[in-house]
């Protein structure tokens, strides 16, 4: 329309020679041309960037910055922004504003997310949308590329786990005296028949005039693997979306506790990781509602969703690790436990601790475990879900060599929430 | 420099209320597009016919573009949304087309005596065979139209109240049903574009007439010699005002459109912006303005002249097609017409018809008169009573209410007079009946000297100011003592005063031409030639009242 104007404005000019309306040609002219070339290009040229930290653990609050540079001279005249927030996430704040950016001004916008549960999640991504004053041109849009967020999973504090172990020299202390550290020790005692000459503290009965002998620290080395079962078949329907994050809790609670204690600690879980088995050339797909991580997974093609396990290390960053899968690992309908543990630990080590964390604590799960006992494994059961016969699940696994444990509520951990309390 | 902000608001603050520029500067600028399209049109029918005040329908003009914004303006509120626009806009218009009447009456001057009522009275259409209020109602309507279009569009275009109502509430609070239907606003903003567009290729061609010599044109009657003239410095301004405030508008629009969608979008819109928004256009149109002046004009660059030959050669080349299917239609009609001529028989021998029977009777003159009297009133008493009421509803919402106390007290005041009037009539007709009664005397053979009447001279139109002139140079000739003959012409007459007056004989033959071409000529007179005719007359006037009656013819 507006270049129809331009040419009935034209052909007057030259036919009725009217110098005057050359002058409205170039206005027109020059105001098309200037809403034509500057606003896609200086939109193009804006500096943006997001800062942010990208891990988080549960229930912390990430505060995230935009900052939008126009390195240009002239004003643009309106910019709008609108940055697409995990409704999971948010604080009740948003990015969605217009604003007029003068040359060579930074705007800068802050936003808070709060960490309410675990997940992968996508932050972004930034539409920064402007045009001209007059509507002569359409409106352009550019982005700032989304970035991800890592929520880890809640990790409850753990005392003492007081897990049985095979494994000597470690740096955890036990009740069990077998494993007393002579590197650490502890105190005196009387001497009592039977003990070792070599332990007898002889500055000590010197001065005390009586035998007494040294006692150490038991201590025990725990190389653990946290085995999750996520695999949904095994976990009761009404109740699978709550129970397996309550599983995943207790992995974490677990694994930091571990590592916490300078214990190597690896990870086996047969739940799926959106993030493996697709393809490297397509992008990530995430929820348009809550912003989390979705799967192309299908029973079919759920065991190639797997991530590989983690191996037993120590450190921080290894923990790290372990948590980070943790964050953005679901429950599907994979391989079940009775079918998978056996293989999934044939290349650990003789004597590791195993914590399977599962549902429940059947027949068939129990003499899974069993065949763990016979190979030189120290499995045990910690079973997640609620029930009320658990005594005979516990008897079971005493009878087959291993011991079990039951956490279905939080109040269940609180019995390794109590320190040492070493017998002397 | 840096600007910075957290946790904005939930609702965007500026966007809920209407601010001055919607209030003040839109009309302004609605009116000014509305009224610079027709004033292109005054300064083309000022260069084309100058005789004419034509630059007198500029205040019309806006009067009407400020009404129809104002009333569409006020149509708009919600609160009026039962009223029948259509009627409402109906009795606007019946009221500008008796204001425009009354306006035109008022600039010429010729408001109608009492034979012009009368003539009114029988016959209606006279009120309208006036070519200065025609053109004035035409303008008038156009501008209103184009302003109540423009206001429209723009009112359309705002964020309505239901939806300012609505997105001012917090989420959780809204209604889904309550919602309110969302549309495209585009197209409107569209529509005025294009409007202003039509408008634009008017006023520029309007322009560009405005350079041509159109009154060498008219005496000339020839396209060849056209003069050019430059550009007037009125349709200068006009332009300016035009695509300046187009510009704006079209900006305020474009602002408006995006405020909407800002709003629906829970969109945080600085209060600021509003006004930087203006700014910016307001300076981008200054600076692309001032680049402009310094460019060279598009006609003395050589591409422009290859273009400007281009157009010429597309217009003869058009010009050439028409010609050559003009001669083609010219002569294919000649030829049906001599094949069908030539089938006919010669109808010369034929004895010629008999004559047509004459007319019946009219009826008498008197009875014609009756009944168009009749019809008049008739049709003026409902045209009154339809304007009356039609001005009652336009004011009557308007917060104009009519005192029927202060009616009732005209109209008894009225019936008052014209029963003492009556009461008098009565006493007169009783008083002169019985000699009205008595035989009558003969009359005299003289008929009464008709009776002077005041004339105003400027309300005559220029042919009947040099007649008024002439006419009233022979009656005095005639107090003096050379009346003219009823068997004289002018110029026989004319010979008789100058042997009286020798000393006027320049003047008399000037107002003698002059009324000759007045009477007897077919061709316009206009305002400047009645001027020196006067001037002849008043000098012709002075003589003759200087000069004693002579004794004898």
């Not at chain 1, 759920?302 to 991530?307: E, K, L, R, S, Y």
């Not at chain 2, 409402?88 to 009221?95: G, H, M």
């Not at chain 2, 087309?97 to 016959?123: A, C, E, H, K």
């Amino acid at each position: 329309m507006f270049s129809g104007l331009l040419l009935a404005l034209l052909a007057i000019a030259f036919l009725l020679q009217v110098d005057f309306i050359f002058y409205i040609l170039y206005v027109c002219l020059g105001v098309y041309l200037w809403s034509r070339w500057y606003f896609p290009r200086t939109l193009h040229g804006l500096e943006r960037r997001r800062v942010f930290v990208q891990r988080a653990f549960w229930g912390e609050k990430v505060s995230v910055r935009l900052v939008v540079r126009h390195n240009g001279r002239f004003s643009l005249p309106w910019l709008q922004i609108h940055e697409s927030v995990p409704v999971q996430l948010t604080a009740g704040e948003e990015v969605n504003e217009v604003f007029l950016l003068r040359g060579r001004e930074t705007a800068e916008f802050v936003y808070h997310l709060q960490a309410r549960r675990r997940g992968y999640y996508k932050i972004g991504p930034l539409w920064l949308k402007t045009g001209d004053l007059f509507g002569l041109i359409p409106e352009k849009t550019e982005t700032l590329p989304p970035d991800y967020l890592t929520i880890y999973p809640r990790i409850i504090p753990l005392g003492y786990l007081g897990l049985p172990s095979r494994q000597l020299f470690g740096t955890i202390s036990s009740q069990q005296r077998l494993f007393a550290d002579p590197t650490r020790p502890m105190g005196v005692r009387d001497y009592r028949s039977g003990d070792p000459i070599r332990q007898i503290h002889w500055k000590a009965s010197g001065h005390t005039r009586k035998l007494v002998v040294k006692t150490y620290e038991p201590a025990i080395s725990l190389e653990t693997a946290v085995v999750l079962n996520l695999c949904t078949t095994e976990y009761t329907r009404y109740s699978r979306a709550q129970i397996t994050e309550w599983a995943i809790e207790v992995a974490a609670s677990l694994a930091a506790h571990l590592v916490n204690q300078r214990q190597p600690v690896g990870l086996l879980t047969n739940g799926i990781d959106p993030l493996v088995g697709t393809a490297v050339s397509s992008q990530p797909v995430f929820d348009s509602q809550s912003g989390r991580l979705l799967t192309d997974a299908t029973p079919e093609n759920a065991a190639t969703h797997m991530p590989p396990h983690i191996p037993p290390r120590s450190g921080r960053a290894h923990l790290m690790k372990i948590l980070e899968q943790l964050a953005r690992i679901e429950a599907a309908e994979t391989i079940p436990l009775s079918q998978w543990l056996i293989p999934a630990c044939m290349h650990l080590n003789w004597g590791i601790a195993l914590l399977i964390v599962t549902p429940k604590g059947d027949e068939a799960t129990c003499q899974t475990i069993h065949r763990l006992v016979r190979t030189g494994l120290n499995p045990i059961l910690l079973v997640v879900e609620p029930d009320a016969n658990f005594g005979r699940v516990r008897e079971r696994a005493a009878q087959l060599g291993f011991v079990a444990y039951h956490v279905a509520v939080r109040q269940d951990l609180d019995r390794w929430k109590r320190p040492l309390q070493v017998r002397v | 420099m840096s600007q910075t902000t957290s946790s904005p608001p939930v609702l965007p603050p500026s966007i809920a209320h209407k601010s001055w520029s919607e209030r003040v500067l839109q009309p302004v600028l609605i009116g000014i597009t509305a009224v610079s399209l027709t004033t292109a049109l005054l300064i083309l029918l000022h260069v084309a016919l100058p005789m004419r005040p034509w630059f007198w329908l500029l205040p019309l003009c806006a009067f009407a573009a400020g009404e129809g914004i104002l009333t569409t303006h006020w149509l708009f509120q919600p609160e009026r949304r039962t009223l029948n626009h259509t009627l409402y806009r109906a009795t606007e218009l019946v009221s500008i087309l008796f204001f425009t009447r009354f306006y035109t009456w008022f600039v010429l001057g010729n408001w109608p005596d009492l034979n012009q009522i009368y003539n009114i009275l029988l016959s209606p259409i006279l009120l309208f065979a006036d070519v200065y209020f025609l053109v004035a109602t035409l303008l008038a309507w156009i501008t209103w139209q184009r302003a109540v279009d423009a206001a429209h569009v723009f009112l359309k275009i705002a964020p309505d109240t239901a939806e300012i109502a609505y997105y001012s509430l917090p989420r959780h609070k809204r209604q889904p049903e309550n919602r309110p239907v969302s549309f495209d606003r585009s197209p409107l903003l569209m529509h005025f574009f294009q409007q202003w567009i039509y408008g634009s290729v008017v006023l520029v061609f309007c322009a560009a007439l405005t350079t041509f010599d159109l009154v060498g044109l008219v005496n000339r009657r020839s396209l060849f010699g056209l003069a050019r003239l430059g550009l007037r410095a009125d349709m200068l301004v006009t332009l300016l005002l035009y695509f300046l405030a187009g510009f704006l508008l079209i900006s305020q629009g474009r602002f408006a459109i995006l405020r909407a969608r800002w709003l629906a979008e829970n969109v945080r819109l600085r209060p600021e912006m509003e006004r930087k928004w203006y700014q910016q256009a307001w300076r981008l149109l200054l600076v692309v303005g001032l680049v402009a002046a310094f460019l060279p004009i598009g006609s003395t660059v050589p591409i422009g002249r290859l273009v400007a030959w281009f157009f010429r050669l597309v217009l003869v080349v058009v010009n050439v097609v028409f010609y050559l299917f003009s001669l083609v239609f010219i002569g294919l009609f000649a030829l049906i017409s001599f094949l069908l001529g030539s089938g006919t028989p010669d109808l010369g021998d034929l004895p010629a018809p008999p004559p047509p029977p004459s007319p019946p009777d009219l009826l008498p003159e008197e009875v014609d008169e009756a009944i168009a009297l009749f019809f008049g009133s008739f049709f003026w008493g409902v045209v009154v009573v339809a304007g009356v009421l039609a001005l009652i509803f336009f004011l009557r919402d308007r917060g104009v209410r009519l005192e029927w106390g202060w009616v009732t007290a005209v109209l008894r005041a009225i019936r008052n007079w014209w029963y003492g009037l009556w009461q008098d009539l009565s006493q007169q007709i009783t008083r002169v009946w019985p000699e009205w009664q008595q035989p009558k005397r003969p009359s005299s053979s003289t008929p009464a000297p008709a009776r002077w009447r005041f004339i105003r001279l400027n309300a005559l139109s220029p042919r009947d100011q040099i007649r008024y002139f002439y006419l009233s140079t022979v009656r005095r000739a005639s107090d003096k003592g050379v009346a003219r003959q009823v068997s004289e012409t002018p110029l026989e007459y004319a010979h008789d005063l100058k042997e009286n007056w020798p000393e006027a004989d320049t003047d008399v033959e000037s107002l003698t031409d002059a009324f000759l071409k007045a009477q007897y000529s077919p061709s316009p007179i206009v305002d400047e030639e009645v001027h020196p005719v006067k001037v002849h007359w008043k000098r012709l006037k002075a003589r003759l009242r200087g000069r004693k009656r002579p004794s004898g013819r």
